[in-house]
């Protein structure tokens, strides 16, 4: 198959388009990719951030169309979209709907190769059904931004109508996903971006105030629009540049629910303003696979939608890598081979 690998860590030049053999066990389903999404892990994992078995291929956002399917569940044709944490199929977690906590989880795309491909290898128990309704593209969005943003909003921070939520890097994928998930419970959202050209973009989506951070005193900010209170919940991403203005706009028992640490993981709390305010730090990541078919039926609902910024060829991944570095991006990028 052909597939955008890296045999070596370094910068989006490492991306190299070539011809390649599909690691795959006989159990394993055969997908042909379709469409693939490009998240911050790919960075990560590229950089060398997380070390990974080389030569690689990227790719946690999958949807594509089942070629074979030994265990028979899918039959050729069918429109998947891949469940991006596989567990064991045996522990007390995976039993509970909970193969995201699984000890032996392997991500497709970290753990083993992932979309940046013609074809994917995985259990058959990984694989979703895609809505008639939902074009590829949109699917593929959906599992590392909308997955994240629903674990740390809904099941980590327990958000209500009654909340005022700080949603850190809106024209993120995960960022503007998690707009969109407070706006769909209630919340009032306040978002932070980075330009003046993403205002306007974050305000379509249902932001209801939006700060330009580079302009702005963001805690300055979100205390004039909280009354002095400050937010109930801080969605954050950012990591070291953004965690104490985080911290400080965050209100009296406030949640601030971490996902992600794109500018630096090693950061520094008082803990005398967390116990005194009664504040909760709390962390979140890739939920669990109810809650991706729930954020499916949303979609097909059209209470949710995919923001595409960009579709590029799978020659083009050094491309998108480089847009995604750059921050130039509002939404979801993806590849097709």
Not at 69 to 84: H, I, Q
Not at 221 to 245: N, P
Not at 305 to 329: C, K, Q
């Amino acid at each position: 198959m052909k597939a955008a690998v890296f045999e070596r860590t370094g910068g989006p030049e490492v991306l190299a388009v070539k011809e390649v053999e599909l690691p795959r066990k006989s159990n394993e389903a055969l997908i042909r990719v379709e469409a693939t999404g490009v998240n911050r892990i790919d960075v990560w994992l590229r950089t060398g951030l997380y070390p990974v078995r080389l030569p690689h291929v990227l790719g946690v956002d999958v949807a594509g169309t089942v070629l074979e399917d030994p265990s028979e569940t899918f039959k050729a044709g069918d429109r998947v979209l891949v469940y991006p944490n596989v567990g064991c199929g045996r522990c007390e977690l995976c039993a509970a709907g909970e193969e995201n906590l699984c000890p032996r989880m392997e991500r497709v795309g970290q753990h083993r190769w992932g979309g940046y491909a013609e074809t994917v290898a995985v259990h058959s128990r990984a694989l979703i059904r895609i809505p008639d309704n939902l074009a590829f593209e949109e699917a593929a969005s959906i599992p590392v931004n909308f997955l994240t943003a629903w674990d740390a909003l809904v099941r980590a921070a327990r958000i209500s109508c009654n909340d005022s939520v700080l949603v850190v890097g809106a024209g993120s994928g995960v960022g503007y996903a998690a707009i969109q998930i407070a706006k769909l419970h209630g919340s009032k959202v306040i978002a932070t971006v980075g330009s003046d050209e993403k205002v306007e973009m974050a305000h379509r989506i249902g932001a209801d105030h939006v700060i330009n951070r580079k302009k702005s005193d963001v805690v300055k900010e979100v205390m004039e629009i909280t009354g002095g209170r400050g937010a109930d919940v801080v969605f954050e991403h950012a990591g070291k540049e953004f965690w104490q203005t985080a911290l400080k706009s965050l209100g009296l028992k406030g949640r601030l629910v971490t996902v992600g640490a794109t500018t630096g993981q090693e950061v520094g709390i008082d803990i005398r303003a967390l116990y005194n305010r009664r504040q909760y730090v709390i962390g979140a990541g890739v939920g669990s696979k109810p809650d991706l078919h729930r954020l499916l039926a949303l979609f097909s609902e059209g209470r949710l939608r995919a923001h595409i910024d960009r579709v590029y060829r799978l020659e083009e991944a050094r491309e998108a890598h480089r847009r995604m570095e750059a921050s130039e991006h509002f939404g979801k990028i993806i590849l097709r081979p």
